[in-house]
């Protein structure tokens, strides 16, 4: 994935015309379809469905049509950014991060990256995980916060462990459950569960296991992660992820009984890690 296909996939959206999308982008039509083509092979979905008269939107493209614009406005904002700051020494160091829950982390070493390296203008992006691991593959994204197991380490990319982050049931503050020091998973299959496919795999699996276990009726379905930590606050259940922290009273984060750490980090370009990004990278070491 690159600029170029967002831009153009952008364009056939707004337009649902693949031949005025061409004029705009100055492009032949069939150069139109080939980036198209080539994004929904990477994304293995279609983002489109075209006949001979017609061009219209999948439930796909029409999730990724709003993360496609995201993406290409902060783009422009920092090119103009840029050009505007050529004679300073502003280095910009793109992040990427598969969901919002690590930010919270992230916003604790950019405290410390603001005011021992005030140099670096942090470009943060927060796009679904096969999206950012393509634009990490294509050089677009500087580093990328991940869990181990849910990224291929191919070949040319570096992992750092940052830390081993426990398992933990988070739980409505209101639940009898809430204080305990740690829940085991017999105690959890007569509680309603909140599967969310947006988890890291291990937390996946463990839910999945809980679910076999738990009738339909108290089981909910969220498709992001931000969806299932509203309805644990509304009580509606509890779902598992690795420990997070993060400012809401009305969540507690309870570990969960035998359950494996997993490994969190930072992956990057091997011969990519500039002087720059090194001290960056132990910045975060020393965070954590």
């Known amino acids: 994935m690159n600029t170029q296909q967002l831009e153009t996939f952008i364009q056939v959206a707004e337009n649902l015309n693949f031949a005025r999308a061409a004029e705009v982008l100055n492009m032949t039509q069939s150069a139109v379809s080939r980036q198209i083509h080539a994004l929904e092979e990477e994304l293995g979905t279609k983002l489109l469905l075209r006949t001979t008269r017609t061009v219209t939107l999948t439930p796909a493209g029409i999730s990724y049509l709003e993360d496609a614009k995201k993406v290409m406005n902060t783009l422009h904002i920092a090119e103009a950014k840029i050009q505007h700051h050529t004679e300073t020494n502003i280095q910009i160091l793109t992040i990427g991060c598969g969901n919002e829950a690590e930010l919270d982390f992230l916003c604790r070493v950019l405290k410390k990256c603001r005011q021992r390296l005030p140099e670096v203008h942090p470009f943060l992006k927060v796009i679904l995980h096969r999206s950012i691991l393509s634009l990490f593959s294509h050089g677009e994204i500087d580093l990328l916060f991940g869990f181990r197991e849910d990224i291929p380490l191919r070949s040319g990319f570096v992992y750092r462990e940052i830390a081993q982050i426990p398992l933990c049931v988070l739980i409505s503050e209101t ?54 930590l509203s309805l644990v606050r509304a009580g509606y259940g509890f779902t598992i992820l ?26 990057y370009r091997s011969g990519a890690l500039s002087p720059l990004l090194s001290e960056f990278v132990e910045l975060m070491k020393e965070t954590i």
């Open 175 to 228: 639940h009898p459950l809430a204080e305990r020091e740690s829940i085991g998973e017999e105690e959890l299959v007569s509680e309603n569960i909140i599967l969310c496919s947006a988890v890291p795999s291990r937390a996946s699996e463990v839910q999945n296991q809980l679910a076999v276990r738990i009738p339909p009726q108290s089981t909910y379905i969220s498709e992001n992660l931000q969806a299932a």
């Open 242 to 267: 690795p420990e997070i922290n993060f400012d809401n009273v009305e969540i507690n984060c309870v570990p969960l009984q035998s359950a494996e750490a997993v490994s969190y980090g930072v992956f």
